[in-house]
């Protein structure tokens, strides 16, 4: 069965400091992965996506991920990370041949401390 | 420019009484689906539907009920709530295939 897994549940970062957040995922087909950042009390906001080509692409607010098929990881970075940062995120997984449903992680809380 | 909108924002309800949650979205997205968010386990699909008078099961569709007349709208039914039906509810959209989803804002629904 599809899965997604978001080691993490919570990280405390400082305000400036890089920041990554993992997301490893079990497909048998091929996958194509987005991230979701959710404030408080607000609906999920697209932040990236990858389907296909180069592996590492770049999303909005700064954000980037790379896609690592070997490792069937697709982790979220950040250099610097900034306090209205401060939220939930989650990986998501999608592929053609399971209808396109898309499989969410059970997240994580990103803390930023000044 | 209004995109997904879902409407009431928060319900409280007593056991065995039933609602509807409204969906609406105004970019014509064949897609619409149902997810309800609870702590530590991410986001799980209820019932979703790939066009009009086209609906399927989710993950967890039990309890629940949907209907898909228009393209615009995808109402959520509980015929018959019970506590584990407290959850905060996402309704999402998307054009067909592979496009990434669009939330409103969501439902805070307890039940008591």
């Known amino acids: 069965a599809q899965s997604v897994t978001q080691p993490d549940i919570h990280i405390t970062v400082s305000e400036g400091a890089s920041l990554e957040l993992r997301c490893n995922y079990s497909y048998g087909a091929t996958p194509y992965l987005f991230w979701y950042v959710q404030s408080p009390g607000q609906g999920l906001q697209l932040l990236l996506k990858y389907f296909s080509g180069d592996t590492l692409v770049q999303g909005i607010k700064g954000f980037e991920a790379e896609f690592k098929r070997s490792q069937s990881s697709f982790n979220l970075r950040k250099p610097s990370v900034h306090w209205s940062d401060a939220a939930e995120y989650f990986c998501?997984?999608?592929?053609?041949?399971?209808?396109?449903?898309?499989?969410f992680g059970a997240g994580t809380i990103l803390r930023v401390k000044s | 420019n209004a995109g997904v909108t879902q409407t009431p924002k928060f319900q409280v309800l007593k056991t065995g009484q039933s609602m509807t949650l409204q969906c609406a979205q105004d970019m014509n997205h064949e897609y619409m689906s149902w997810y309800r968010q609870d702590p530590g386990m991410g986001l799980r699909l209820i019932h979703y539907?790939?066009?009009?008078?086209?609906?399927d099961q989710g993950e967890v569709p039990n309890g629940y009920n949907v209907s898909r007349s228009t393209t615009e709208d995808f109402p959520l039914r509980l015929l018959s709530a019970a506590p584990s039906q407290t959850s905060v509810y996402f309704c999402?959209?998307?054009?067909?295939?592979?496009?990434?989803?669009?939330f409103g804002n969501g439902t805070r629904l307890t039940v008591t």
């Open positions: 539907s790939v066009g009009a008078g086209i609906t």
């Open positions: 998501a997984v999608g592929a053609r041949e399971y209808g396109n449903k898309l499989v």
């Open positions: 999402a959209s998307r054009r067909q295939g592979n496009s990434p989803l669009h």
